[in-house]
């Protein structure tokens, strides 16, 4: 079975401008997770998309939005960029149908905004 | 909301000595999950943990689930320079799916 994918691995982007961040997921999962990891803060969950809607939310600006689609790739948008959103953006893979499935998670997109 | 804290925030360990770190919940969890992140790559699931006061062992690895389930820990024995990464715990709280992680333990290992 493949991984998790995303694409692309890096970006450098300026202030201001918007990114867009894509996940495919391993074949027949269906939820994605999203995660922003910074050095000494660990894993800042930004949202949650199963069966193409959203289903979990953490404590990000408006400027963080996703979707996902019918099979199951989901995408990660962040508008208005500041420095602030330099990071590595993992997102992560499970079945999504309990809350004991572990998730698998992508390489990771490192995004530097300057 | 659900906080995760995990103790300590850094390991620097001898080779072949022994540590232990410590993983906190503000909530009740459903289950805890470890994961490990090597220098440079992703979170990798190492264990799970269901049950109250669940122990499980991988090789040099002992996994704990705290009799209440809101902690748990993972200790480690002689040491080697392979254990180096960050160290996650992470967990759901009772019917939530959502999984909050903690910061992490990032452990160093001195030849």
């Known amino acids: 079975k493949a991984g998790v994918t995303q694409t692309p691995r890096y970006l450098i982007k300026t202030r201001g401008q918007q990114v867009t961040l894509s996940c495919s997921p391993i074949?027949?999962?269906?939820?994605v997770s999203w995660y922003q990891q910074t050095p000494g803060q660990g894993l800042q969950f930004l949202f949650e998309?199963?069966?193409?809607?959203?289903?979990n939310k953490g404590n990000f600006p408006g400027r963080f939005s996703g979707r996902q689609f019918s099979n199951s790739r989901s995408e990660m948008n962040v508008s208005t960029l500041e420095l602030g959103d330099s990071a590595l953006y993992l997102c992560?893979?499970?079945?999504?149908?309990?809350?004991?499935?572990?998730?698998?998670f992508g390489p990771g997109t490192r995004l530097t905004v300057l | 909301g659900q906080q995760v804290m995990q103790i300590p925030q850094y390991q620097h360990v001898q080779e072949g000595e022994d540590f232990t770190t410590y993983c906190n919940s503000s909530?009740?969890?459903?289950?805890i999950q470890w994961y490990k992140q090597r220098p440079g790559g992703h979170p990798v699931f190492l264990i799970q943990?269901?049950?109250?006061?669940e122990v499980k062992k991988q090789k040099r690895l002992t996994f704990q689930f705290g009799e209440a389930k809101k902690n748990s820990s993972l200790h480690i024995t002689a040491t080697q320079t392979t254990d180096v990464g960050t160290y996650f715990c992470?967990?759901?709280?009772?019917?939530?799916?959502?999984?909050?992680f903690g910061a992490g333990t990032t452990v160093t290992v001195r030849a």
């Open positions: 992560a893979s499970s079945s999504g149908l309990r809350n004991t499935d572990t998730q698998y």
């Open positions: 074949s027949g999962h269906r939820s």
């Open positions: 998309y199963f069966s193409e809607t959203q289903r």
């Open positions: 909530t009740t969890l459903s289950n």
């Open positions: 943990l269901v049950k109250s006061g």
């Open positions: 992470a967990g759901p709280a009772t019917n939530d799916y959502k999984l909050s």
